[in-house]
């Protein structure tokens, strides 16, 4: 069983900047972030295996960068340029075993965080 705790969302006029944190309790392959706005449904960000290869959704490149610590076992997000469309409950996901291509799909991830409410203000 592997815990994540997020940290670091907030509130941020557009164009500012925030970074989020996960701090898991056991080692995962990859570690991912989704976002899932009020009426949406839970959309892929970023995720980072664990030899550092990343991908993002179209939306975020440039402006978000994916890192981990192996050591700590943390992922962060660091987010720039942000817009209200960027607005979302962010949640950290953890994968144990490879998944492949398939990094985009929510089912696929072992474990999740709680959640953290970014809000981005025009």
């Known amino acids: 069983q592997v815990q994540l705790v997020e940290s670091g969302g907030g509130l941020v006029q557009a164009g500012g900047s925030l970074r989020l944190s996960c701090a898991a309790s056991?080692?995962?392959?990859?570690m991912g972030w989704f976002r899932q706005a009020p009426g949406k449904e839970r959309e892929f960000v970023a995720v980072?295996?664990?030899?550092?290869?990343?991908y993002y959704t179209d939306s975020v490149k440039g402006r978000f960068t994916i890192s981990r610590d192996n050591a700590k076992n943390t992922v962060y997000l660091q987010m720039n340029s942000l817009n209200p469309e960027d607005t979302a409950v962010y949640y950290c996901?953890?994968?144990?075993?490879?998944?492949?291509?398939?990094?985009?799909?929510?089912?696929?991830?072992?474990?999740w965080g709680q959640g953290t409410q970014v809000t981005v203000s025009s």
């Open positions: 996901a953890a994968a144990t075993g490879g998944i492949g291509s398939a990094y985009r799909v929510p089912r696929l991830y072992d474990y």
């Open positions: 980072i295996s664990w030899d550092g290869t990343t």
């Open positions: 056991g080692r995962s392959f990859a």
